[in-house]
């Protein structure tokens, strides 16, 4: 069953249904997930863990994101201006 849900996981090509976001517009859904993935990414590395299990944030925020929006929210990030609470 675990195998099952792994090779699901895997085999993502677009981001599933998201009850949270049920509408056409999916920006939100988008800035959602990129958040998520930082806050994951954030508090595995903070813990000691393993960051592959932010993966599934970074799929489905790449999926669904423009190119441009990542890489102003990157430049952001980095410069320190980033408006989003990571």
Sequence with gaps: MAEDMETKLKNYKTAPFDS???NQN???NCWQNY???HRCQKAMTAKGGDI???EWY???YQSLCPTSWVTDWD???AEGTFPGKI
């Design 75 to 77: 430049e952001q990030r």
């Design 52 to 54: 592959s299990v932010c």
């Design 20 to 22: 949270r976001f049920p």
């Design 26 to 28: 999916q920006t939100r």
């Design 58 to 60: 970074q799929r489905v």
């Design 35 to 37: 958040l998520d993935f």
